[in-house]
């Protein structure tokens, strides 16, 4: 007698986040060991949490592992042209104030390419959430140095070490004018969720940075066994709520610091944009 699973047969989610994911498109592409599943699941236990109508959550990335995201979230979703994830969230935020624009995308995506839009829409403050999956790495092209790239980590563009100083991402945030910086772990489940959830209902430009690993390319080429690399974002990590961003460069041999670094207010574009328009008006 053949058995089924009664939940199949049933209209109900199977999983509490199947009501958020186009099941139809899984199994997803990221690798054994990779942390992006990680933070997108955070991502998404965040979103149910805020308690918003999920009929206006719009979630926007680039190109690259990361980005594959807006692809299987069972949301308003863009998948944009290569850095290009901010300008198209800036847009979507001024065609209607009414969304909730949440940006998923990684580190090269977002800081190599798409640098120069992050650095404006902060300075802006453009209400909008920006996740930063930062697996030190260009992940899915073939492991090629990015921006964030540790100084003298091996990649295939430098096989003997990287001779670049990477970006520290939470200063470059805090610097171009975001009014909330946070950065977390894969592995700091809740932590991250929690910070996810407040930088969504918080006004401004939000920007959360998740440190992930990449087994394939980043650390099979600096020879990182997965279980070493998991132990060092757990044993080299401190959480440091409130830490001058300017002090928490990444240094796995020193100590990684977590936490939230900004959390401020101040009037976003969209306020101010309606502040000169009632003047003149």
Known sequence: MVQTNSRLQTKDPCHPLDDLIRTDRIPHI????????????SCL??????????????MVSGIGCSGRAAGYVKLDS???????????????????PELNVIVFSGDGDLFAIGGNHFIH?????MDITVICVNNLNYGMTGGQAAATTP???????????NPEDPFNLPLMAYASGAT??????????????????????????????????????????????????????QDNTIIKNGANPSEVDIDFEKGVILGKFVDEDRPTHGEKYDMIYRAVS
């Not at 003298?152 to 563009?157: D, F, H, I, P, R």
């Not at 209902?201 to 998991?230: H, Q």
């Open 30 to 41: 990221w690798c054994s060991g990779c942390g992006i599943g990680t933070a997108f699941s």
């Open 45 to 58: 236990t965040a979103i149910k949490s805020t308690g918003f109508d999920l009929k206006k959550f719009i």
């Open 121 to 125: 829409a902060a300075r802006r403050n």
């Open 151 to 161: 100084y003298k980590a091996k990649s295939t563009t430098t096989t003997l070490g």
């Open 78 to 96: 863009f998948h944009t042209t290569h850095g290009r994830a901010i300008p198209f969230a800036t847009g979507i935020k001024l065609g209607n």
């Open 180 to 233: 909330y910086v946070a950065r977390w772990t894969m592995l700091h489940i809740r932590d991250l969720t929690d910070s996810i959830e407040e930088a969504l209902s918080k006004k401004g430009f939000s920007f959360i940075e998740v440190l992930t690993p990449c087994p394939i390319n980043y650390g099979r080429r600096n020879k990182e066994k997965p279980l070493d690399t998991l132990k060092l974002y």
